[in-house]
């Protein structure tokens, strides 16, 4: 498969088959996605690999922090900034009524809505789940770093025939995570993500978001 390729059919899947990835794939992809670069080579990303029994344990753990705490019990780090501002939060806006849309969920239609984004607390159905950490220590560029091997990690995942879905949405719930899954104090928790076979037959999976324009985001000079 070719990069543009797994550029173009990576998106993020919100519903999986049950189907399981063999071990040695999802080794194989962390192990390659490992090449991605950082900052002097510190390679500051660290992941939790869950399937099987402490995949349901963990996710049964969340299931009853939710019940005490619906909104979430806090996250390491604000998972946008408050107020977010134009372009920002049209763009962030036009996601969410895109996939609504899609599911025929009306605006006023709250509990749908919630319901629809409750499932990321069952990884949409995924067989295999990562959980992202950072040392407390590191700054941005590190954080940067990080988001690059996540992104090398689901554009392998696509050679493999597999998709992905990043999930800040595990954030809110970090005390449990950090209990279930031992995180350190010195550790922060970034984010989940998903890893599984598509579900094709699921209209959920017909989103395609919008992008920016190149003007928009690049100014080029001297050409
Ligand atoms: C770090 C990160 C966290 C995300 N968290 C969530 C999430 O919690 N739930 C969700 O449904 N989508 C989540 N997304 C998916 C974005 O909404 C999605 O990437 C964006 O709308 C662009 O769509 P695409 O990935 O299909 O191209 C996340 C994406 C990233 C990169």
């Known amino acids: 498969m070719k990069v543009s390729e797994a550029l173009a059919s990576r998106i993020t899947t919100r519903a999986f088959l049950k189907k399981p990835v063999p071990e040695e794939t999802v080794r194989a992809i962390l192990e390659q996605a490992s090449r991605a670069p950082s900052g002097g080579n510190l390679q ?126 595990w954030a809110v719930f970090t005390p449990t995570l950090r209990r279930v899954l031992d995180i350190p104090d010195g550790h922060m928790f970034f984010c989940g993500m998903g890893l599984g076979y598509m579900d094709e037959t699921d209209k959920v999976n017909e989103l395609r978001t919008e992008r920016a324009s190149l003007a928009e985001i690049a100014r080029f000079n001297g050409f």
């Open 44 to 169: 500051p990303w660290n992941a939790h690999v869950l399937t099987g029994e402490p995949l349901a344990n963990l996710i049964a753990a969340v299931a009853e922090t939710r019940q005490t705490h619906p909104a979430g019990e806090g996250s390491d780090y604000d998972i946008y900034p408050p107020n977010l501002k134009e372009p920002y939060r049209t763009r962030r806006y036009r996601c969410g009524e895109m996939l609504y849309g899609i599911l025929g969920i009306p605006r006023e239609d709250k509990t749908a809505r919630l319901a629809q984004f409750a499932k990321n607390y069952d990884l949409f159905g995924a067989p295999v789940g990562l959980f992202f950490t950072i040392d407390r220590e590191m700054r941005q560029g590190q954080w940067a770093d990080l988001g690059m091997f996540m992104q090398s990690l689901m554009l392998l995942a696509r050679e493999y025939r597999l998709h992905t879905c990043p999930q800040e949405a």
